[in-house]
């Protein structure tokens, strides 16, 4: 079992993280609430009303829990491509499909860790109270977020989305995986072993906009889930009613509202995270190559 690449996942989702967190706050805003008409909307109201940190609201959490579930994503997909490799016989190469087929089992193994931090952060996020508004937010805090629903809705409440989840992420990691792996292929010169790191880069940036082009119709829905019933009772049964009133209210183009946003967040995201993640597997096991990449 490839150990280093669950640390190295860690390391480059934790900075993935830093990164990209104030845009990632904005899209959850306008995936959610009516009263932003855009990104520059948004921002410029959080800025007014809530100052910088309110584009960093519950980040303690997700640094902790996204930690965990990329090191689990890398961990995870690595390891089902050497099993996958071993299945044809030693030395055999994996194909695209073996790419595609480890990534999503990548992002769907990673939901039992992800779905309770993912639900606070959406939570935390689209409070819009603040001490300059004078009103009380009704979180204080990632903790208190996690007890109160906790005890209000139960512990499976802290779960409420993670079928859109997986229905998001399972896709979307077998996308990113893949894109990131024939671009790397595809920009290294042949007869070279290794891509340079400005391939390395690059193909992660856009294998990060790619995973989103796929994920973010299903993002739309998870963050209505999460969302539904805080600020009054709950409007959606479940998930393919969430679906269906949101296309009859708002209409299609509604899933595809924050895609935008996403494709701008993912492109720097996703070079820091694997760029982190190469270096680390590297130092961590002192790999000559890529392992993606292979």
Known sequence: MHFADFFAGSFGG????????????????????KQFTGIWHCIVSTIKKEGVHGFFKGMALPVTTISMTSSVVFGTYRNCLQCLAQIRGIGAPNTKLDVFLSGLAGGVAQISVMSPGDFVKVRLQCQTESKRSGLKPKYSGPIHCLLS??????????????????LRDGPSFATYFLTYSSLCSLLTPAGQKEPEWTAVLLSGGLAGM???SVGTPMDVIK???QMDGVRGE???????????????????GI???????????????????FAVYEVSVRVLSGLQLPVICR
């Open 223 to 225: 963050a209505r889930l």
């Open 255 to 273: 899933f595809f509202r924050s895609l935008g946003i996403n494709c701008l967040r993912a492109f720097p995201v996703n070079m820091v995270v």
């Open 210 to 212: 790619a995973g989103w």
């Open 14 to 33: 934790a900075c993935g993280v830093a990164v990209g967190y104030p845009l990632d706050t904005v899209k959850v805003r306008i995936q959610t609430q």
């Open 149 to 166: 629903v906790a005890r209000d809705e139960g512990v499976l409440g802290l779960y409420r989305g993670a079928l859109p989840l997986a």
């Open 234 to 252: 709950r409007r959606y049964r479940g998930l393919l009613h969430c679906v269906a009133e949101t296309v009859l209210n708002e209409g299609p």
